[in-house]
């Protein structure tokens, strides 16, 4: 079955292959990650347009979470990331020392299996997480 | 047109009411701010009634089933954590247009146990692939943004916790009261860094209820324990390019405090007294800068400076704070106003500050939302 994205800001090209989408307002330029009627950021009536995200960013702030709710993995690293191109993404930071962590630390995202799991007719999802860019 | 006035306040003690429903909770505050104010339910005109929870069971309505169904209107609000500071200001918007002469804000929460936060989506849950969703972790971020830009050490941050908690030692309606030094707060569980356990606030049952009277009706019922409003301000989170994947404490609350201290025409320096919305120790801080108590970036060195202790120059959060009074999420914002109430009428004893005649009350709501008070004493 094919993937689907687990994420809101995933989207699936013609040849299944994952994109980031993100919406950009033609009137003041923000950037927001979903669909809107009208520009959140400066109400133009124009709705913000969608628009292929770059996979690559900097980190502006995170922490290490320690404990989380019941049955959640840890710990982990949840960051915010700017991504180039203005989108701003919430995920997790795989592979780095906590020590390592500081602002505009450049990070690649990196498309996963979202742990593992599948939708209720058994379709798996297409997740994604964050590496230190110029890392495997 | 008048002001408003505040003639009565009562808060339940904070903590774990097993056996006791919200509303009874919700009335039993509510019956505590009219004996306060020396009135029956019978003179109130409305009922403004908060619960971040439960505000879609007719909290209002159930709460005069308990102490008299005088068939006056209830209006219901949910807003997050400035729920309570959102149902004061709809009473204070009601007697300022004229409309009744006396009527109540009360705040009753029973929250869900556990830690808070998360919303839905149809996907995996994203609990741990994509970052935390949760509220200690969502507050460290933004307190790490601090500590990035400024320096801010978790040292710095744990000490609000150890002021807030020694404040709730002479509190006796605070639900935690135990001394936590520097030590222990730091040694405490580590649940998001820098947050640990004693960073976060403490999730209980509570409630809280406020009178506003009219001028006209101040003036009538005696104006010794009146407190006046000089600013109720709410504001929604203006756009930040970062939202909501990042949730802003700040902006938001500095739109509330601009706004605030101009309808109050006052300063930051006129200050006497502040409760503000301690949700996680790192959020004193970053407030501090947003209600202009100090200059950017010096949050860190005025909890270090004593300034914001009992004792110091403006004292913050003496009630305890939500760190260790208590979160009752619907019934923060009222209370905290309570607090301001009690000290400016100087009514609380052992943590009273000196000479309180301007008061602060602020709260956020996770959404967002912020919730600005200014009180004096008449
Ligand atoms: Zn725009």
């Given at each position: 079955m094919a993937p689907r994205p687990g994420h809101r800001s995933i989207r699936v090209d013609g040849s299944g292959k994952p994109f980031l989408q993100g919406y950009r307002c033609g009137a003041c330029g923000a950037v927001v990650p979903e669909p809107t009627m009208a520009c959140r950021a400066c109400a133009d009536r124009t709705p913000?347009?969608?628009?292929?995200s770059p996979e690559t960013g900097r980190l502006w702030t995170w922490t290490v979470v320690q404990r989380s709710y019941p049955g959640i993995a840890v710990p982990f690293v949840s960051a915010v990331v700017d991504l180039d191109g203005g989108l701003t993404l919430k995920g997790t930071v795989v592979g780095v020392e906590p020590a390592q962590l500081r602002q505009s630390l450049p990070l690649r995202l990196v498309y996963d299996d979202a742990g593992g799991g599948t939708d209720k007719d058994g379709a798996p999802w297409i997740g994604f997480h964050f590496t230190v860019a110029g890392e495997a | 047109m008048g002001d408003v006035y505040i003639q009565g306040a009562d808060m339940i003690p904070f903590g774990r009411y097993n056996d006791r429903s919200y509303f009874q909770l919700g009335a039993?505050?509510?019956?505590?701010?009219?004996?306060?104010?020396?009135?029956?339910?019978?003179?109130?005109?409305?009922?403004?009634a908060s619960s971040c929870?439960?505000?879609?069971?007719?909290?209002?309505?159930?709460?005069?089933?308990?102490?008299?169904?005088?068939?006056?209107?209830?209006?219901?609000?949910?807003?997050?954590?400035?729920?309570?500071?959102?149902?004061?200001?709809?009473a204070?918007?009601?007697?300022?247009?004229?409309?009744?002469?006396?009527?109540v804000a009360v705040g009753a929460e029973k929250n869900p146990r556990g830690?808070?936060?998360?919303?839905?989506?149809?996907?995996?849950?994203?609990?741990?692939?994509?970052?935390?969703?949760?509220?200690?972790?969502?507050?460290?971020?933004?307190?790490?943004?601090?500590?990035q830009k400024y320096g801010t050490t978790i040292e710095q941050f744990a000490e609000i916790a150890v002021k807030n908690h020694f404040h709730a030692t002479m509190n006796p309606k605070a639900a935690y009261r135990s001394e936590t030094p520097l030590e222990?707060?730091?040694?405490?569980?580590?649940i998001a860094w820098p947050l640990t356990k004693l960073m976060c606030s403490a999730n209980v049952d509570g409630a809280a209820a406020l009178v506003l009277v009219s001028e006209k009706k101040a003036r009538e019922l005696g104006m010794s324990r009146a407190v006046r409003i000089r600013a109720s301000i709410l504001t929604s989170d203006p756009y930040e390019p970062r939202n909501p994947m990042m949730f802003d404490p700040n902006s938001v609350t500095r739109l509330a405090a601009a706004q605030a201290y101009e309808m109050a025409g006052l300063s930051p320096q006129d200050l006497d007294i502040v409760?503000?919305?301690?949700?996680?120790?790192?959020a004193e801080i970053l407030h501090y800068e947003n209600l202009g108590l100090c200059a950017e970036g010096e949050g860190g060195s005025l909890i270090d400076?004593?300034?914001?202790r009992l004792g110091g120059r403006i004292p913050v959060n003496v009630s305890g704070g939500l760190l260790s009074k208590g979160h009752p999420i619907g019934a923060t914002g009222v209370a905290n106003m309570v607090e301001i109430v009690e000290q400016l009428r100087g009514e609380v004893g052992a943590r009273q500050v000196r000479d309180a005649r301007i008061g602060l009350a602020h709260v956020l709501g996770f959404g967002a939302a912020a919730g600005i008070h200014i009180l004096e004493h008449a």
């Amino acid at each position: 079955m094919a993937p689907r994205p687990g994420h809101r800001s995933i989207r699936v090209d013609g040849s299944g292959k994952p994109f980031l989408q993100g919406y950009r307002c033609g009137a003041c330029g923000a950037v927001v990650p979903e669909p809107t009627m009208a520009c959140r950021a400066c109400a133009d009536r124009t709705p913000p347009a969608p628009f292929k995200s770059p996979e690559t960013g900097r980190l502006w702030t995170w922490t290490v979470v320690q404990r989380s709710y019941p049955g959640i993995a840890v710990p982990f690293v949840s960051a915010v990331v700017d991504l180039d191109g203005g989108l701003t993404l919430k995920g997790t930071v795989v592979g780095v020392e906590p020590a390592q962590l500081r602002q505009s630390l450049p990070l690649r995202l990196v498309y996963d299996d979202a742990g593992g799991g599948t939708d209720k007719d058994g379709a798996p999802w297409i997740g994604f997480h964050f590496t230190v860019a110029g890392e495997a | 047109m008048g002001d408003v006035y505040i003639q009565g306040a009562d808060m339940i003690p904070f903590g774990r009411y097993n056996d006791r429903s919200y509303f009874q909770l919700g009335a039993q505050a509510v019956l505590g701010a009219l004996d306060d104010a020396g009135l029956s339910i019978r003179d109130i005109g409305a009922v403004y009634a908060s619960s971040c929870f439960n505000a879609q069971s007719m909290l209002g309505q159930k709460i005069l089933k308990e102490i008299g169904q005088t068939g006056v209107p209830c209006i219901n609000v949910s807003n997050a954590c400035a729920s309570g500071a959102t149902a004061v200001r709809e009473a204070w918007v009601a007697i300022k247009a004229g409309i009744y002469d006396m009527v109540v804000a009360v705040g009753a929460e029973k929250n869900p146990r556990g830690m808070l936060g998360g919303a839905p989506f149809e996907g995996p849950p994203p609990e741990g692939l994509f970052g935390s969703e949760s509220m200690p972790a969502v507050f460290a971020e933004a307190g790490m943004v601090h500590a990035q830009k400024y320096g801010t050490t978790i040292e710095q941050f744990a000490e609000i916790a150890v002021k807030n908690h020694f404040h709730a030692t002479m509190n006796p309606k605070a639900a935690y009261r135990s001394e936590t030094p520097l030590e222990d707060v730091l040694a405490s569980e580590m649940i998001a860094w820098p947050l640990t356990k004693l960073m976060c606030s403490a999730n209980v049952d509570g409630a809280a209820a406020l009178v506003l009277v009219s001028e006209k009706k101040a003036r009538e019922l005696g104006m010794s324990r009146a407190v006046r409003i000089r600013a109720s301000i709410l504001t929604s989170d203006p756009y930040e390019p970062r939202n909501p994947m990042m949730f802003d404490p700040n902006s938001v609350t500095r739109l509330a405090a601009a706004q605030a201290y101009e309808m109050a025409g006052l300063s930051p320096q006129d200050l006497d007294i502040v409760e503000l919305h301690d949700c996680f120790a790192v959020a004193e801080i970053l407030h501090y800068e947003n209600l202009g108590l100090c200059a950017e970036g010096e949050g860190g060195s005025l909890i270090d400076s004593g300034a914001t202790r009992l004792g110091g120059r403006i004292p913050v959060n003496v009630s305890g704070g939500l760190l260790s009074k208590g979160h009752p999420i619907g019934a923060t914002g009222v209370a905290n106003m309570v607090e301001i109430v009690e000290q400016l009428r100087g009514e609380v004893g052992a943590r009273q500050v000196r000479d309180a005649r301007i008061g602060l009350a602020h709260v956020l709501g996770f959404g967002a939302a912020a919730g600005i008070h200014i009180l004096e004493h008449a």
